[in-house]
C-alpha cells in the first residue's frame, strides 16, 4: 500500500509535539506493572495509583454476578438500548440507582465520561451558559465545549471562588434574560482531594436561577450517608455518578427529575448513538450496590486510613489538606520533581502517579495518593517515612 504523499508532515509534526513533551517532562507512556507476590525479605507492594477506593473489582460477590450475567445473557447488548438493547437488567439497575440516590430516574451509560459529556453538551442549548469551576474534570469541561459549539457560552472560574461565579451568573443574566444559566461543579475535585461548598453553590443557583449539575465521580460509595455521594442534602438538580471508581466496574449514571432523564433519552447523542452497556457491567454495578449498602465498614476504614496518611505526610512537612476524602496529593511544584518522587516512591515498593500539566496547572505538579481501604496501618507507616525520606530541594 503506497502512503499519501502528505504523511511525512503530519507524521513530522506529530513528532516534534511529542519531542517538546519530553522535553518539558510532560510525554505520557502506560507502564504495565503487574501483581507481584509477596516475597520472603522484600516488601509487599503497594499500589495507590488506582480509584477502586473499596476494593470491589475483585470482590467475589461482583466476579460472582459478572459471570453469571454473562453466562445468562451473553457478553454484548447487541444494539443501542432505543433500537433492541435494553433490556430488563437494564431497567432494574437505574430504577435501584435512582432510589440510591434518593432522585427520581436514573438513566446508565457506558462511562462516566459519556454521562457528562450527554448531560452538559444536551441541556445547555444557544444562548444558554455553562460555567464551570476551573477544576472540574476534563469531561465537565469537554461537553460545555460541546455546547459552546452549538451555541452555548462557557466560562470558568477560579476553583471555589464564588464571587467570581457570581458575577458570570449575574452577567448573563442582564445580557441574557431567559437564557438557561448551568453551574457544573465536581463534588470531590480529582486532583486536589477537597470537596466542593455545594451549599454556596446551591445559594448561587437560587439566586440567579440557574441549574446545578454535580459530578459524584470521586464521592458516590464514598462519602455521605450510605455512600449516595457529598451531595448529602440533595442539593445539585442533576447528578452523575461513575461505578469506575469507588463500585469498582465501569459505567456513568446520571440521575435527576424524571423529566430530564426522558429527554436525555430523546436527545442526548452520547446514549443515542452507542451500543448498550453489556449485562456484565450492569451486573457489576448492581452487585457493587449490594456491598455499599451491606458493608459500611469499608467506608470506615477507608475514611480513618485516608486521616492517618493526611497526618503522617504533615508530620513529614508536606502541606496536606485536612479533606474527607480518598485523594490524597502531594504538591511539589516542577513536573521534574513530580517524576522524582514518583520514582522515589515505587523504588521502595510504592506505586504511585506523578500528575503534571496541563493535566494540572503549571508549577503544581504532583503525586496522587489514592488511598484504599484494605491498606493496613503499618502500609500508613511506611508510606509516610518513604515520603519523609524523599530528597527535597532547599526552600521546598
Not at 519531542?19 to 495507590?48: D, F, H, M, T
Not at 469507588?246 to 436527545?267: D, F, Q
Not at 504511585?352 to 484494605?374: F, G, K, Q, W, Y
Request: some cysteine; overall charge neutral; proline content about 7%.
Amino acid at each position: 500500500m503506497t502512503r499519501p504523499p502528505h504523511a511525512p508532515s503530519w507524521l513530522e509534526r506529530i513528532d516534534r509535539d511529542l519531542a517538546r513533551r519530553a522535553e518539558a517532562s510532560l510525554r505520557r507512556q502506560w507502564r504495565v506493572v503487574p501483581e507481584e507476590p509477596e516475597q520472603p525479605g522484600r516488601p509487599r507492594l503497594i499500589r495507590l495509583a488506582d480509584n477502586d477506593y473499596l476494593r470491589l473489582r475483585r470482590h467475589p460477590h461482583l466476579i460472582a454476578g459478572v459471570c453469571e450475567a454473562a453466562k445468562r445473557a451473553g457478553a454484548g447488548s447487541g444494539s443501542s438500548r432505543l433500537v433492541d438493547g435494553t433490556s430488563e437488567a437494564h431497567v432494574a439497575l437505574e430504577a435501584r440507582f435512582a432510589r440510591f440516590k434518593h432522585a427520581q430516574a436514573a438513566l446508565l451509560f457506558p462511562t462516566g465520561y459519556m454521562a457528562n459529556i450527554a448531560l452538559v453538551s444536551t441541556l445547555a442549548q444557544e444562548g444558554d451558559l455553562v460555567v464551570l469551576d476551573k477544576h472540574s474534570h476534563a469531561s465537565l469541561i469537554d461537553g460545555a465545549r460541546l455546547a459552546s459549539a452549538q451555541g452555548a457560552m462557557m466560562r470558568t472560574y477560579p476553583h471555589g471562588r464564588m464571587d467570581r461565579l457570581a458575577s458570570l451568573l449575574e452577567s448573563h443574566r442582564r445580557d441574557r434574560p431567559g437564557r438557561l444559566r448551568l453551574i457544573v461543579t465536581d463534588s470531590v475535585f480529582s486532583m486536589d482531594g477537597d470537596v466542593a461548598d455545594l451549599d454556596a453553590l446551591a445559594a448561587l443557583r437560587d439566586e440567579h436561577e440557574a441549574v446545578l449539575i454535580v459530578d459524584e465521580a470521586h464521592a458516590t460509595g464514598v462519602l455521605g450517608p450510605g455512600g449516595r455521594g457529598a451531595d448529602v442534602k440533595g442539593l445539585a438538580d442533576a447528578t452523575v455518578s461513575t461505578a469506575s471508581k469507588a463500585l469498582g466496574s465501569l459505567g456513568g449514571l446520571v440521575t435527576g427529575p424524571r423529566l430530564l432523564i426522558e429527554w436525555l433519552i430523546n436527545a442526548a447523542r452520547p446514549f443515542l448513538f452507542t451500543t448498550a452497556p453489556p449485562p456484565a457491567q450492569v451486573a457489576a454495578i448492581d452487585a457493587a450496590l449490594d456491598l455499599v449498602e451491606s458493608e459500611p465498614q469499608r467506608r470506615e476504614r477507608l475514611a480513618s486510613i485516608a486521616a492517618a496518611l493526611r497526618a503522617r505526610l504533615r508530620e513529614a512537612g508536606f502541606d496536606v489538606r485536612d479533606d474527607p476524602t480518598p485523594i490524597v496529593p502531594i504538591i511539589v511544584g516542577a513536573s521534574e520533581q513530580a517524576l522524582a518522587l514518583a520514582d522515589h516512591l515505587r523504588a521502595h515498593g510504592i506505586l504511585a502517579p506523578a500528575i503534571r500539566p496541563p493535566t494540572v496547572a503549571p508549577n503544581a505538579a504532583r503525586v496522587r495518593l489514592s488511598v484504599h481501604c484494605e491498606l493496613t496501618d503499618e502500609d500508613v507507616d511506611r508510606i509516610g517515612a518513604t515520603v519523609r525520606s524523599f530528597p527535597r530541594s532547599p526552600g521546598e
